[in-house]
Structure formats: structure tokens, C-alpha cells
């Protein structure tokens, strides 16, 4: 299993920014998906998550009704929607991909995931 992050860059205070996670592997579609990130001399936190069915999301507190993650089975890929973007989200995001978990799970913890991809940079500055 091997999971590619992209779509970080350089962005302005209240801009948005896409990134994406593609998964290689044919049992994508039976994976629940993260995105965490981890600021500089910070843990690594919980971002967001979709759940293997597509249909429950779940999202931090910081980030909830500015980000949106969705999944393309069909595309073995996972994106995450970033909308009015803030200084305090500058950060090294990474994808995950949770096994065995419910049809409706959206794990939320670092532990709960198997697989991690390398992490793309996601910097918001004027």
C-alpha cells in the first residue's frame, strides 16, 4: 500500500488550496481516510476523515465549515478541500488509510491508521 499526498503550495490568507491523496492498491475503496498535519514544533493532529461507505465525515474543530474531504473510489484517490485558509494552518499534511475498520467509521486517532503517505506543505501567507 502506498499512499501519494499532493496539491500543498503557497497560499494567501483567506485563499483555497486542493490537495489530493492517491492510493495505490485494490482494496482502496474497503479503507477509511485521514488527513492529519503537523505544524511546525507540533504534534501531529487530526484534520479530517471519510469513512469507507463515503457517507459519514468527520472533521476538527479548527477546520470544520472551511474544509471539505471526499473520495473518488473509482480514482483510488481522496481529496481534501481547503476554503478560507489561515496562517495557523500552515503545516505538513499527511494522508492516512485506516483497515478494518466499520462501514461508517472516521477514525480520528494517529494509532488507528496503518498506512501513511509522505506529506505535502501547505504554507498561508500574505
Known amino acids: 500500500v502506498q499512499l501519494q499526498a499532493s496539491g500543498g503550495g503557497l497560499v494567501q490568507p483567506g485563499g483555497s488550496l486542493r490537495l489530493s491523496c492517491a492510493a495505490s492498491?485494490?482494496?482502496?475503496?474497503?479503507?477509511?481516510v485521514g488527513w492529519f498535519r503537523q505544524a511546525p514544533g507540533k504534534e501531529r493532529e487530526f484534520v479530517a476523515a471519510i469513512s469507507v461507505s463515503s457517507t459519514r465525515t468527520s472533521y476538527a474543530d479548527s477546520v470544520k465549515g472551511r474544509f471539505t474531504i471526499s473520495r473518488d473510489n473509482a480514482k483510488n484517490t481522496v481529496y481534501l478541500q481547503m476554503n478560507n485558509l489561515k496562517p495557523e494552518d500552515t503545516a505538513v499534511y499527511y494522508c492516512?488509510?485506516?483497515?478494518?475498520?466499520?462501514?461508517?467509521?472516521?477514525?480520528?486517532?494517529?494509532?488507528?491508521?496503518?498506512?501513511w503517505g509522505q506529506g505535502t506543505l501547505v504554507t498561508v501567507s500574505s
Open positions: 492498491g485494490r482494496t482502496f475503496s474497503t479503507w477509511a
Open positions: 492516512a488509510a485506516a483497515m478494518g475498520v466499520t462501514f461508517t467509521g472516521t477514525p480520528r486517532r494517529i494509532e488507528d491508521y496503518n498506512y
